[in-house]
């Protein structure tokens, strides 16, 4: 990395440079939130887009127009992909179908339904018409109308008073890191923290009721496969036993086998199977099962550490505002009316 000159500021940046990183942004503005310094929100840019500079003026593009159409349409709870798409023909969308999925207005230009971005893709729209997926429409940050109220300001004011409890530089790191974070995603208020944490635990408790499911489902596949392979395995011997008039002599001679099939043939019967399905079906549902479930974790890890980090940062935050101390106060007040 080659830096023309490496000026720190606590505007969050590094002043002067040719070349920097977003870690580098970061980092800055932590210490600076460490040492109560304050950090520049929207730092002037030099050389920006057109559009960047259009900021709020600029019309939503064609894509961003017809993914706000489809969440419209999936608030309506279609029961099937057909029926979504007769909600957005009410829009003036045709659809085209081949190898890929096309939506065509008169006067735009066609769109692939997959070039729509996560959670607009025909498979994502298919798991939340199936109730496998929740949908989450996709925030337009550049669209939205600023807010009057906002969270840092609150936290702010509070790190401005008098008597701020940040008694250790381990606490100190900790809350820094959070008003960091509230800054970075400029929440409105505590309520929208909390709803975002609440979301995202919600997801990562839905993903493992999924995976829990699934691995369920898989070790009872496991379990039927080995004993079909079992019963077939021993069949003829335990007809043997039966033309045999089931002799002990026959039984002392095949007894393994007898007791493997007559285990299995129990286990069928528990099972309330009629007719057994074959180990090649058994196969194909098993490495289904473990595809979605290896899919469904990929999501379940981040979504889990994202959680984890939205609990934190909720938590020291309320410390901050003082509402841990207000939900104490609340308590105690109901015990002495109790």
């Given amino acids: 990395m080659y830096w023309k000159s490496t000026r720190l500021d606590c505007s969050g940046k590094f002043r002067d440079f040719r070349h920097s990183g977003r870690a580098v942004r970061d980092l800055s503005d932590l210490i600076c939130v460490e040492h109560r310094l304050s950090v520049v929100e929207n730092p002037k840019r030099h050389g920006v887009s057109y559009n960047k500079w259009q900021g709020r003026k600029a019309k939503p593009s064609h894509r961003e127009d017809l993914r706000v159409l489809i969440d419209e349409a999936l608030a309506k709870k279609p029961h099937s992909m057909d029926a979504l798409f007769d909600l957005m023909a009410d829009s003036g969308y045709e659809v085209k179908r081949g190898k890929n999925i096309t939506l065509m207005k008169a006067g735009q230009k066609n769109i692939r339904l997959n070039s729509l971005g996560e959670g607009y893709t025909e498979a994502d729209l298919r798991a939340v018409i199936s109730g496998a997926r929740t949908h989450t429409p996709r925030k337009n940050r550049r669209f939205t109308q600023p807010r009057q109220a906002r969270l840092i300001?609150?936290?702010?004011?509070?790190?401005?008073?008098?008597?701020?409890?940040?008694?250790?530089?381990?606490?100190?790191?900790?809350?820094?890191?959070?008003?960091?974070?509230?800054?970075?995603?400029?929440?409105?208020?505590?309520?929208?923290?909390?709803?975002?944490?609440?979301?995202?635990?919600?997801?990562?408790?839905?993903?493992?009721?999924?995976?829990?499911?699934?691995?369920?489902?898989?070790?009872?596949?496991?379990?039927?496969?080995?004993?079909?392979?079992?019963?077939?395995?021993?069949?003829?011997?335990?007809?043997?036993?039966?033309?045999?008039?089931?002799?002990?002599?026959?039984?002392?001679?095949?007894?393994?086998?007898?007791?493997?099939?007559?285990?299995?043939?129990?286990?069928?019967?528990?099972?309330?199977?009629?007719?057994?399905?074959?180990?090649?079906?058994?196969?194909?549902?098993?490495?289904?099962?473990?595809?979605?479930?290896?899919?469904?974790?990929?999501?379940?890890?981040?979504?889990?550490?994202?959680?984890?980090d939205l609990l934190v940062h909720k938590a020291n935050v309320e410390h901050i505002l003082g509402l841990d101390q207000q939900d104490k106060a609340k308590i105690r007040a109901r015990e002495r009316e109790g």
């Fill in 153 to 308: 300001t609150q936290i702010e004011e509070k790190l401005n008073g008098k008597g701020t409890p940040w008694d250790s530089v381990r606490l100190l790191k900790q809350m820094a890191q959070s008003v960091l974070y509230v800054q970075q995603h400029d929440f409105a208020d505590f309520d929208e923290l909390a709803k975002k944490a609440e979301a995202v635990t919600a997801r990562v408790n839905e993903l493992s009721g999924n995976i829990k499911t699934a691995e369920k489902r898989m070790t009872e596949i496991a379990a039927l496969r080995t004993q079909i392979i079992n019963y077939i395995k021993t069949r003829d011997v335990y007809v043997g036993y039966r033309k045999a008039g089931y002799s002990k002599k026959y039984l002392a001679e095949h007894e393994a086998d007898i007791i493997i099939h007559k285990a299995a043939k129990k286990a069928f019967d528990e099972a309330g199977l009629k007719k057994l399905p074959t180990v090649k079906s058994l196969n194909a549902e098993y490495a289904e099962l473990l595809s979605r479930k290896k899919e469904a974790y990929a999501e379940y890890a981040a979504a889990k550490k994202e959680m984890r």
